[in-house]
């Protein structure tokens, strides 16, 4: 089969020819790829700031965010059959130890990452198994979900923690309405009843927020701007705020917009949160971290996208063209998520 594989950090992946993966263990799942999404996180896996964190050993198949059709099952196997459309949890959990018992999967003691630390779904087959698949509902198509998988799984585990909270009355600020961003002005808009305010530099960003459920938009132009407008709106700072960007200044701005007792939910990564404690105790702020989702997150994104509640701008490319989708989306000529279509299907 045709696998898209790193070799070495610092070059390009190379489209070779490899055996496909076959079933080993009694829980193994094998997948027809339909879908991979690119991710910017696959551009720091060839660049080598991965592999401190997980070593893979090379060469390997990249593609973390796979949807596809069940090719084989081994023999444990009775939750999904061969034919049936899947996106997958990212991770391939153990479902035995703690974290998983406690339906933590993100946090499984034992996990695999495919397309991370073993062969991933840039590739015409995918091994993994039983607890990583969720079916698809009948009018879902593998390519128009499979980059849910990661980022809008991410933005959609941060929103259904915060939901609870964010009951009639509330307000919620949005700060980056980029790719996991939208997915989580959308989440908010469909399962909480907070008034939602979303801040970005950029205008066409904040065009397509209000068009997906956003009450109020803020241009981010400084930060005395936008703490002004934000108070204004809230009417004394938000309840949560949902930092999609995490560096760059928004992760000294977000526990600025929270009122006393708000919650700053980190997501985007790379700035450092310094905060006072007296200002922690004193306001009674919470910063909260969010890796990836759950199972059962992915299963409720499913079936918000299965009724159009969710939906994510995407662009097509043939698994021959892996190379050039990099490229595109290494020098920002890719609007929407890329997605490798290796079946034709
Ligand atoms: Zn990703
Ligand atoms: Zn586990």
């Avoid at 263990?25 to 080598?48: K, P, S």
Wanted: glycine letters at 12%; proline letters at 4%; hydrophobic letters at 40%.
């Amino acid at each position: 089969m045709k696998a898209v594989r790193v070799h070495d950090y610092g070059k390009p992946p190379s489209i070779d020819e490899v055996d496909a993966p076959t079933l080993d263990g009694a829980w193994d799942v094998l997948v027809d790829i339909g879908a991979a999404g690119l991710c910017r996180t696959d551009l720091h896996i060839i660049e080598g700031q991965w592999d401190r964190i997980q070593h893979p050993s090379l060469p390997y198949t990249i593609g973390h965010e796979n949807a596809g059709w069940v090719r084989a099952v081994g023999s444990a196997v009775g939750n999904v059959q061969v034919g049936d459309a899947v996106i997958m949890h990212p991770l391939v959990t153990c479902g035995l130890c703690p974290a998983c018992r406690v339906g933590q999967d993100s946090h499984c003691a034992n996990a695999l990452f495919p397309g991370i630390n073993v062969n991933g779904g840039m590739a015409e087959v995918l091994k993994t198994n039983a607890r990583a698949v969720v079916k698809l509902d009948d009018g879902l198509r593998p390519r128009d979900v499979a980059a849910l998988a990661d980022a809008g799984l991410t933005a959609y585990h941060a929103v259904r923690k915060a939901a609870p909270d964010l009951f009639p009355g509330t307000h919620a600020v949005v700060i980056g309405s980029g790719g996991l961003g939208h997915i989580g002005v959308q989440a908010l808009a469909s399962i909480t009843s907070a008034t939602i305010t979303v801040v970005d530099r950029s205008e066409q960003a904040l065009e397509l927020a209000r068009s997906i459920g956003a009450d109020h938009t803020v241009q981010a132009t400084s930060d005395e701007a936008v703490q002004a407008a934000v108070d204004e709106i809230t009417g004394g700072g938000a309840h949560i705020v949902f930092d999609f960007v995490g560096e760059a200044g928004a992760e000294k701005l977000a526990p600025q917009l929270l009122r006393n007792g708000g919650s700053d939910y980190v997501i985007g990564y790379g700035g450092n949160v310094d905060l006072p404690t007296i200002d922690i105790i004193s306001r009674e702020i919470n910063v909260i971290g969010n890796l990836v989702g759950t199972y059962q997150d992915l299963v409720e994104l499913m079936t918000l996208t299965a009724s159009g509640k969710v939906t994510l701008h995407t662009k097509v490319y043939p698994l021959d063209a892996a190379l050039d989708a990099i490229d595109d989306l290494d020098h920002g000529r890719l609007l929407g998520r890329g997605i490798l279509i290796p079946t034709g299907r």
